[in-house]
């Protein structure tokens, strides 16, 4: 549970339309937009109409923090050629639109910020009965990096990074986080989970390095910590910066809660501000998905957020909205984010409080 968290008036009991204070942003509910990438960008990663009424449909809905999604930092960090770019004043010009109108509903606008890693270079996910087959340099594609020459499934290899290549990420995400400020957006993510680079990282399945960023916990977490640091650095100290983290692979042999737990805590040690805690798909591998079940994340949100002392926000199969409620209650989460309901229905959190004609837009008074 966060100390900077705001009450109901006159009431303890907290409720998903109690505000969150994180720094000096204030967030109007506790039902949040969890980041999902459209593969819709345009021309050089920039946001389109698409965005632009997917996003403003989910402010218009009622969630109080709209998490755009995945963008990537540098165009080699890209997973797809239609990902969202977070890189260059074209794209921030562009990103704009979007900031603009979600803030104007009174909802938080809040970025992802990506490396894709081994993970990278891939098809849309409906090409090729998805699949998301890889797309080699010569079909358009690009080279992929990764902590050790091991790819991710049937993706193309990618190759060992080096010590130039990581102080280059660790740039472009700061680079990334500058621009997002420019942007207009309130609240950064940097994505360390579902097997992108970080989590890479972090993870011993997918780094085998022997170097000081391979081995020990204390090495798979350097270049997480580093980025998480820079971007930290140049985020404006009024805005929060949130982290996206495994709290396990699922997989023997691979990240557990304990070992993310001391991930949590050396992460509120740089001035994080807010875990988003997801756990899996770092291995392509039935046996490691994370298990259908309702609030799959919830407990090891609580956990992390207790050991930590950060605000959390799980998200996972909350979109029935009940246990939402039960968890934010009950102070085991701060937050929930929710995925794939807000994609069936944009509207989800107004109908979560449709005795209240005065949280829909006035435009649609007549049909309440
Ligand atoms: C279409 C789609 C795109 C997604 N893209 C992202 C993404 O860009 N970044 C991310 O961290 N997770 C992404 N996810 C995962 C969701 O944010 C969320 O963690 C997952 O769907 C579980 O939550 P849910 O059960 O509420 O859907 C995506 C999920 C879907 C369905």
Known sequence: MSSTEITDPGTTQLTPLTPLRLREVTVPNRLWMSPMAQYAAGQDGRPTDWHLVHYGARAVGGVGLVMVESN?????????SADLGIWNEDQAAAHRRLTSF????GAVPAVQLLAAGRKGSHQLPWHGAGQNGPVGVADGGWELIGPSAVPFGGLSVPREA?????DEVVEAFAHAARTAHLAGYEVVEIHAAHGYLLHQFLS????HRTDEYGGSLQNRMRLPLDVARAVRAVFPPEKPVFVRVTATDWAEGGITLD????????????????????????VRDREARPPQREGVNVDFADALGKASGLAVAPVGQLGGLTLAREVIGSGRADAVLVGRALLRDPYLALRDRSGDPAAWPAQYHRAL
Do not use: Q
């Open 102 to 105: 979600i803030t104007g509903r």
């Open 72 to 80: 990537a930092v540098g165009p080699l960090h890209r997973t797809t």
């Open 204 to 207: 011993p399945l997918a780094n």
């Open 162 to 166: 080096t010590r130039a290549d990581l």
């Open 259 to 282: 070992e993310a737990t001391v991930f949590a805590k050396e992460l509120a040690g740089v001035g994080i501000d807010l875990l988003d805690v997801t756990s899996g798909v770092l």
